[in-house]
């Protein structure tokens, strides 16, 4: 995995940071994360913008606020670039008489140019850029990642248009037990039991909200907030209290599973398929840098890195 960030040649202060607002279904996806030899969304953002600004080079690589795991899909991924001076004038120049009248220019061509790019059927899709206020940072600025996971029981409707964001399980869950379960775990705790281990990476997070909703067409969905996700946890959570709702496991296990802090095998992690990136949550414009600056002092601190992958 490589980093998200490249460092400009440009000074700072020369720099325009663009906010970009991103959608992608993760099916075809090897995760987030460029990686050699497999096709990931930012190696695929990243070649395109590649082509955006071949000449005005060298293009500008994103920096993400949740690295995805191969499968998992995003309707509410953000990230943000950085333009050189030279790049920004190219923006307000006529695409080669290839766009329409009255097509944007500046930073809100990056995304139109981006899609072009893709093409229509494109499995990503980028919803908005625009001027990032001052301080933003997609990573260090967010105070909270939202999740949903879509698991179709046996009192479910079956819908094979949605097969590819949604688990199929053969038995029926018991909702209340499944909610129960999730309500007493939220909290400021260590996750460990949640999450897949990583060498000198903190466990410790704040889990906002998890709560069960079954839906109009019987569809069970569970959404999640927190400050911040280790590796698998979303995921892990969901197979917790399916297993609860299995009847597998009681309620009450699950809190004695998370204080023992120790991975066992009283669950499944489940498949990728189900999860999405559903929104980032940032605070107001005022208190951006100040938060950016707090969230990458903790991160930098002895025993705490890179902790934003699910």
């Known amino acids: 995995m490589t980093s998200d960030t490249t460092a400009p040649s440009t000074p700072d202060d ?14 075809r996806f090897s995760g987030w994360s460029r990686q050699p030899g497999l096709r990931t969304v930012q190696g695929e953002l990243e ?3 590649e082509t955006v600004f071949r000449r005005a080079t060298p293009a500008p690589t994103l920096t993400v606020a949740g690295r995805t795991d191969a499968g ?10 950085d333009l050189t001076p030279e790049q920004r004038a190219s923006l307000e120049r006529p695409h080669r008489g290839k766009e329409k009248p009255g097509a944007p220019t500046g930073v809100s061509a990056i995304a139109r140019r981006l899609n072009g790019i893709a093409g229509l059927d494109s499995d990503v899709y980028v919803k908005s850029a625009e001027l990032a206020a001052p301080g933003f940072d997609a990573r260090f600025s967010a105070v909270w990642r939202r999740y949903e996971y879509r698991v179709a029981d046996a009192a479910a409707e079956r819908d094979p248009l949605r097969r590819a964001s949604t688990l199929w399980l053969p038995g029926e869950l018991d909702l209340a037990a499944m909610q129960h ?5 939220l909290g400021l705790h260590d996750w460990a039991t949640f999450c897949r281990p990583r060498a000198g990476a903190t466990t410790i997070r704040t889990l906002q909200q998890f709560a069960w909703a079954r839906g109009d067409d019987g569809v069970l969905t569970a959404y999640l907030e927190a400050d911040a996700f ?10 917790a209290t ?22 066992g095998s009283d669950f499944k992690v489940m498949p990728a ?6 929104e980032v949550g940032y605070p107001p414009d005022s208190e951006l840098a100040a938060r ?19």
């Open 242 to 263: 399916v297993a609860v709702g299995e009847g597998r496991m009681p309620p009450r296990r699950l809190l004695e599973l998370r204080d023992e802090r120790t991975r």
């Open 72 to 81: 998992v899909h995003a309707r509410g991924q953000v990230a943000h670039l």
């Open 14 to 27: 020369a720099l325009t940071r663009v906010r970009l607002d991103i959608a992608y279904d993760g099916t």
């Open 181 to 185: 379960a999730a309500e007493s775990l």
């Open 47 to 49: 070649a395109a913008l």
């Open 292 to 310: 950016a600056d707090q969230t990458r002092a903790r991160r930098q601190a002895p025993a705490i890195v890179d902790p934003d992958q699910v």
């Open 273 to 278: 398929k189900g999860l999405a990136l559903t």
């Open 230 to 239: 280790c590796h698998s946890m979303v995921r892990a959570l969901v197979g």
